[in-house]
């Protein structure tokens, strides 16, 4: 039964002689944010490398290929990225460092007749990587600043085996996983005892070109405690989607409602985000709108929460309501290095939601904020690797962002 999923994957494969060369692509991000709010009370400010990544597609033969990407943000920040408002895997106020096996997925797709005519595919995936949940990974989006909602909206670093299939402009997705989240940027799932405790399934319609309407649903089995004692978490997710050209340029755009409950709706957490990002010539303008709930946990230090993580931790809800708009503008390429300058600016305010113990005002001493981020993101080689998308998923383009 372990064989069953690489024997399906080997089916959908289309033998040719013969390797084709890997699409290899590297990009990083030098940033430097000023925040006028943090769980210390006093204005800060720090210079971090984000986004290190390696990423290659590699088409072995038609039909199946590898999907590899490497995160190095263990070694730039290990200590996580200031940003009001992040949260996840103990992180409080700073945005986590990923796993260093961010990626590393086996696919395959085949087109198959259906109905009597061409035009259906069915696909297959396994390994490490992204859950058929949700939006695509902020990594992937061009803002700098990740939103609050990214552990309600994405899945992601898991031990995953999943299938499509595909008619028309709809696309179904189902996938089993292992509930547990990484600790720490070195740590591989837990396989013996997790794997296949969750699941998740998505249905996408591309009714035209660039667009795209997505619904997800998810069961994540005791996320945030390891050995498997935690709160179980009922995820759903709606998304509308464009990517496509607009008035001579680039447009791209994204609205997404997601909640996620725990403990049978004691604890429901609820995101609204829409977004827009606007390329023509060497300038990217971005604009980001976000009203998204937060647990507040019980804090070892300003910016940690304990790990593992039981329900009883859990002080209270935050909300917070963002407004992130910023510009980028393409500095030159040279062959296959880019560089781009990037200025970013965040507004928002820390609501108390509910009648828990916990108060903004006591933790940060007011109840807005604002974060300033300039920098310059650095990419080399292939452009467009879709974190998320795999076999036939992936839109008939191909791998966008």
Known sequence: M???PAVLLMALAHPVAGQTRPELSAE???VMHQASTTPSGRPLGEIKVVRPVLMAIWPIRHGLGVRIT???EGATMPAGELSPGAWGEGFVDRRHPHTYAHELILEGRRTIGCFGKPGCAIGGFLGKGYVPFGSADPMVRGFVRYPVNHHLAQILERAVVGGQFRVGPATAEAALFNGDEPERPGQWPRIGGR???SWAVRLSIRPAVGFEAAGSLATVHSPEHRPGAG?????????LSYDARAAGGNLRALAEWAETSELDGLFVFGSRLAEAEYQRGRLTCRYRFEDSDRPEEERLTPYRSARPRLENAILGETRWRTHTAGAAVRLGRARTLSAELIVEGTAGRIARRGAGAFDPTTVYGRTSF????TGIRLAWGQT???MGSYGAAVPAAGPHH
């Open 195 to 197: 794997f296949g405790d």
């Open 231 to 239: 709160a179980d978490q009922h995820k759903r997710h709606i998304a």
């Open 370 to 373: 604002t974060v300033v981020s």
């Open 2 to 4: 372990r064989l069953a």
């Open 384 to 386: 467009g690797h879709r």
């Open 70 to 72: 490497v995160n190095l």
């Open 28 to 30: 990083a991000t030098v």
